[in-house]
């Protein structure tokens, strides 16, 4: 009788690109309910303008690169930088912010640079980064969260507000809009306030700022949770989040007048979803156990350089791309010892 | 990294981890239910000559001679080359090129024997008392009974219980952590013969002068644990201690049992001699109890016949030399859904593409798999880069880097990030969620090193044979010019010795020519005239000797005869 | 006015030091040349149009010749010599000769005359023979250069390829990556 012959292992491999994406998306959902009902469904609006475009970004990236389609679009990595980009952008941006951003992220920060797995940079903060440094006024513009602003926007006004820019009644978008907790601050120590006074605004109850607790709250949990099923290692958020708080605590304890508490500075702005869902990218991340350590700590401590010193209120996206590049040589500086070898 | 094992009548023994590592599904049910069987006697034997060393073994029988049980058929001088033994009676039918079970599907010089189902055997000489035999004497019968490793390496036992004199031993591992999934052999000798490996296990200590001997049995093999506490409690086991280690893949490898055991590593680049540690598998030990104390060769060894693809499957004590397709008929032969056929395990054994291959000393499963029991082609995705595969490596390599290096041909990187120190045990792959054929890669890398290698040294060799007839040419052409610029000068003089004799000569034949004016064809004149006479025959095959071919002298003779007549004239 | 003298004694203390780093660092012979011949392939069979592995190796140092001449190199010698060179890898030149798989020399024994124009013509000794004896092919110093083939006037020697053995055997390259 005769066989087919093929190559060892036999078992089948137990898992598989898609489903990790899909856990990640999973894992998305607490935070992302946090934001839907802290600042309204405006968030779900720019998600599906971003799912949208990354998909037909995807296809035809890959059918100019004579690649298969269908199988490619299955393993959800577009998807998953949808998201992550959709979720980092104010809720009333217009749509066409998602759109270009989510085109720039997966054309020119995955695909030309390969595709899956070829790409140095996380094409979710590249995009990010391409509109924060190109369209300033409409990402910086937040609404305010729930508890501030009295009577919310229906999914019906979140829509016209993206694709018409119309509101209800007579709002105008300056009047609605409103600065992060992060952004306040900045602009207020510029204007050389001390923290007592700019945190004593309504904006600033609890621990990271009104609303965004929440958020960050909500990432936490997901992010726990991909660490308990293991789609993530622990290295990178334990690196980030240390070396965020214990900077954070550093400078809170020389000077709390101008330094946030390292509480604050973990729950707010993008500090847990960059630790969980952003800085773990892996294929743009370290590899090496230690040097995941440090390419976490080192992003934690570049965000709190920028926050404090830098030109922007939030440095999670920096940071990553900075990190991105330093991966590479982290990684060559950190290989374990192997079995046998000297140490 | 070091915890305690306990439970049970075992003794407590510290265990260590190692790195990475799987749980897999053992599927060793199937094959452990049925008690050990012996195989029938089959038609025909077939035995293949290639070693590991790349040699062939040489036949010491002819096609028509008849062989007896336990025969030596082939042999060979290097102690890397054990002899092989005729595993039954019969005729040595042929000795030609038949598939080989190797992974290249290649074919080699085997000898094949027609039994006669007599089963007749040379008379067996053991040893009762093996302490009387000096460890060099019984490392002698070790090599003269063919045992080689049982564990699937094959690597001859007289070397490997030979450290030398510089390495002390104080530890011998015998190996029962059958780690990969499906494989019961060594699960089937532990339950059903103790004894031998216990015997052989001491057997061992004495050669090795080690003080010690763990053997290590996986803790989900039962059977096998309570056998062998049973039979340790029959006899005078002292030195040889029981150790459980847990379930992991690939615990059974023997770096990682090392290293589980006794905390140590081996070397890179050394052996577990270097840290005073032998490692046997327990199939070895008891062919050596069965050599030494019965004078057996390895003609049989047991080997797990198991998959959906079978219909009884079992573990059966096989003659070497059977067909696997006899294997597989006594186990009740093919089910209908039988689609794969793998010798070894499904993690590090090969695909065959038919069962009439010969079952040789290193197989230790017959795997034939039924519908999508097995995989074959995966479809591959590129490589995400999580370390997933990294962290799963027993040998704490980093397998991504390995890939990224291999696929772009940079052998040189590849071989610094420690390829060769890759025990291809396929953890990689089955956790990479990319699909991604890992260990398909580095063997392909490696293979690329090891060519790469040989042809450099090929080169290297060349351009020194080059270079050399470059100066001998040069060397030979500066003499030629010196020699010339001589014989210019010396013409010049007139008063070379060559040619003051040539005159002389010439002189003489005027002379004698006028003296005898009635001819030259007188044969004794014939005679006295040459002054140079024919070679003899020695001087032909000396001449020829320096041209480095032997001629015919009498072929010489004559056509150096021919000029010598016509100078005369 | 003072900035010009500045830069300039700069520019003059500069050069000093280049000119004698040049003469103290200086590396006798040309390694380029030795670096470029230990990535040839040593079959000196001239296919190149040079008389040998060496003066190919010079003749690229020099810039007279291109990296893509040396067909039993093959297209990995090619990649070896860009990758050296740091020049992009061109396709072999078919003008030079194509790759063939590895040969050796055989002689037919029943045609050879003995006449040793193809030991003159081997670059490395493999044939033994001598005038009026029998020649014969030492396969394991065969290069496969082929110099041997035309010099022989009965057409007595031809090029068979190497068999694989379990020895030389290699794990195949799997399949590129689905995507």
Redesign the interface.
């Known amino acids: 009788m005769r066989f087919p012959t093929a190559q060892a292992p036999f078992l089948a491999p137990v898992n598989s690109v898609n489903r990790i994406m899909l856990e990640v998306l999973v894992a998305l959902i607490p935070g992302l309910a946090a934001l839907v009902w802290q600042f309204g469904p405006g968030v779900l609006v720019q998600c599906m303008i971003a799912l949208l475009a990354a998909e037909l970004g995807e296809a035809a990236m890959l059918s100019l690169r004579r690649r298969p389609i269908v199988p490619t679009l299955k393993d959800y990595s577009a998807a998953l930088t949808a998201v992550l980009l959709a979720i980092s952008l104010p809720p009333l941006a217009p749509w066409w912010i998602p759109a270009f951003g989510t085109l720039f992220a997966i054309i020119i920060g995955k695909h030309l640079y390969g595709g899956l797995g070829y790409n140095p940079f996380n094409p979710a903060m590249v995009g990010y980064a391409v509109l924060l440094i190109s369209f300033p006024q409409h990402m910086t513009a937040w609404l305010p969260p729930k508890e501030l602003s009295g009577s919310a926007l229906s999914f019906a006004d979140n829509w016209n507000a993206i694709f018409s820019r119309t509101l209800p009644w007579d709002m105008t978008f300056d009047a609605l809009t409103m600065a992060t907790p992060l952004d306040t601050i900045k602009t207020q120590l510029g204007l050389n306030r001390l923290l007592d006074e700019i945190q004593s605004g309504g904006l600033f109850s609890g621990i990271g700022g009104r609303g965004w607790q929440w958020v960050n709250f909500g990432f936490l949990l997901g992010g726990l949770w991909m660490l308990k099923r293991g789609i993530i290692a622990w290295q990178i958020p334990v690196g980030f989040l240390a070396a965020l708080f214990a900077v954070a605590l550093l400078f809170f304890l020389i000077d709390p007048a101008v330094y946030p508490t390292p509480l604050f500075q973990c729950f707010s702005g993008a500090a847990m979803v960059g630790a969980f869902f952003i800085a773990t990218d892996p294929v743009s991340a370290s590899t090496t156990p230690r040097g995941r350590l440090i390419y976490g700590a080192l992003i934690g401590l570049l965000v709190f350089v920028i926050r404090s010193w830098g030109g922007y209120p939030d440095g999670v996206a920096f940071a990553v791309l900075l990190l991105n590049l330093a991966a590479p040589t982290i990684d060559h500086y950190t290989r374990p010892r192997v079995y046998g070898h000297p140490t | 990294m070091a915890r305690t094992q306990g439970g049970g009548s075992v003794n407590l023994f510290k265990l260590w981890n190692f790195h990475g590592g799987l749980h897999l599904d053992g599927h060793k049910r199937e094959s452990c239910r049925a008690p050990l069987a012996v195989a029938h006697l089959p038609e025909r034997l077939v035995f293949p000559l290639q070693q590991r060393n790349g040699e062939d073994s040489k036949p010491v029988i002819a096609p028509g001679d008849r062989v007896l049980k336990g025969q030596v058929i082939a042999h060979d001088d290097s102690p890397f080359n054990p002899p092989i033994h005729a595993s039954s009676s019969g005729i040595v039918r042929a000795i030609e090129d038949l598939p080989l079970p190797h992974p290249s599907g290649l074919s080699g010089a085997c000898i094949v024997i027609e039994t006669d189902g007599e089963d007749a055997a040379i008379d067996f000489a053991g040893i009762a008392d093996y302490r009387q035999c000096s460890p060099d004497e019984l490392r002698r019968m070790i090599y003269e009974a063919g045992i080689v490793g049982l564990g699937g390496a094959a690597f001859p036992t007289s070397v490997k219980v030979a450290p030398g004199s510089d390495r002390k031993v104080d530890t011998l591992i015998l190996n029962g952590a059958e780690c990969e999934p499906y494989i019961t052999c060594d699960d089937s000798l532990l339950s059903h013969h103790p004894e031998d490996v216990l015997e052989g296990a001491k057997i061992l200590l004495h050669i090795l002068q080690a003080e010690r001997c763990l053997l290590a049995v996986e803790d989900d093999m039962p059977d096998a644990l309570a056998a062998l506490e049973k039979a340790k409690r029959c006899g005078d086991f002292e030195a040889i201690q029981l150790v459980r280690v847990p379930a992991i893949y690939p615990t059974g490898g023997e770096k990682q049992l090392i290293s589980v055991l006794t905390g140590r590593e081996v070397p890179m680049r050394g052996i577990p001699a270097d840290i005073g540690i032998v490692c046997q598998n327990v199939g070895t030990a008891a062919a050596v109890y069965n050599a030494v104390v019965h004078g057996t060769p390895l003609i049989s060894r047991i080997v797990t016949v198991t998959g959906r693809g079978v219909k009884q499957p079992q573990n059966i004590l096989a003659r070497i030399g059977t067909p696997l397709a006899d294997l597989i008929q006594q186990c009740g032969g093919h089910t209908n859904e039988a689609e794969r056929l793998v010798l070894g395990g499904p993690m590090m054994g090969f695909g065959v593409p038919t069962d009439d291959l010969p079952l040789t000393k290193s197989a230790n499963c017959i795997l034939v798999a039924g519908r999508n029991e097995l995989i074959g082609e995966k479809r591959a995705l590129p490589c995400i880069r999580c370390g997933a595969c990294a962290n799963a490596c027993p040998v704490n390599l980093l397998p991504q880097q390995l890939y990224w290096y291999g696929r772009s041909d940079q052998i040189e990187r590849a071989l610094d990030y420690n390829l060769f120190d890759c025990i291809e045990c396929g953890c990689c792959d089955y956790v990479c969620p990319s699909h991604i054929p890992l260990v398909q890669h580095f063997r392909a890398t490696k293979g690329k090193a090891v060519a790469k290698r040989r042809e450099r040294e090929k080169a290297d060799h060349a351009r020194l044979r080059f270079e050399s007839r470059q100066l001998r040419k040069e060397q030979e052409k500066r003499e030629r010019a010196e020699s010339a610029k001589r014989k210019k000068e010396t013409l010049g003089t007139g008063k070379a010795p060559e040619i003051l004799e040539a005159i002389e000569r010439a002189k003489l034949r005027r002379a004698e020519k006028t003296a005898q004016p009635s001819g030259n064809s007188d044969p004794i004149d014939h005679d006295k005239r040459e002054t140079v006479t024919p070679p003899t025959a020695a001087e032909a095959h000396r001449t020829s000797a320096d041209t480095g071919h032997i001629e015919n002298p009498s072929d010489d003779r004559k056509s150096e005869a021919q000029p010598m007549s016509s100078e005369i004239d | 006015m003072l900035t010009v003298f500045v830069v300039c004694a700069l520019f003059a203390l500069f050069g000093l030091l280049l000119g004698y780093s040049a003469r103290r660092f200086k590396v006798e012979g040309d390694p380029l040349v030795d670096k470029i011949?230990a990535v040839?392939?040593?079959?000196?069979c001239g296919q190149c149009g040079f008389p040998?592995?060496r003066p190919y190796a010079e003749a690229i140092a020099r810039g007279d010749a291109d990296i893509n001449q040396c067909p039993p190199g093959g297209e990995e010698g090619v990649?070896a010599l860009a990758d050296l060179l740091g020049v992009e890898p061109k396709p072999l030149s078919a003008e030079h000769g194509v790759e063939k798989p590895k040969s050796v020399a055989i002689i037919d024994e029943s045609k050879c005359i003995g006449c040793t124009l193809c030991i003159q013509a081997c670059?490395?000794?493999?044939i033994?023979?001598?005038?009026k004896?029998?020649h014969t092919v030492i396969a394991s110093?065969c290069?496969g250069c082929e110099l041997c083939v035309a010099p022989c006037p009965v057409d007595c020697i031809y090029m068979e390829p190497v068999k694989?053995?379990?020895?030389t055997?290699?794990?195949?390259?799997?399949?590129a990556?689905?995507?």
Not at chain 3, 164 to 167: S, Y
Not at chain 3, 169 to 175: G, T
């Open positions: 011949d040839l392939p040593q079959t000196q040998g592995c990649i670059p490395v000794d493999a033994l023979g001598a005038a004896h029998m110093e290069t694989e053995t379990l020895a055997w290699r794990w195949p390259e799997p399949k990556v689905g995507q």
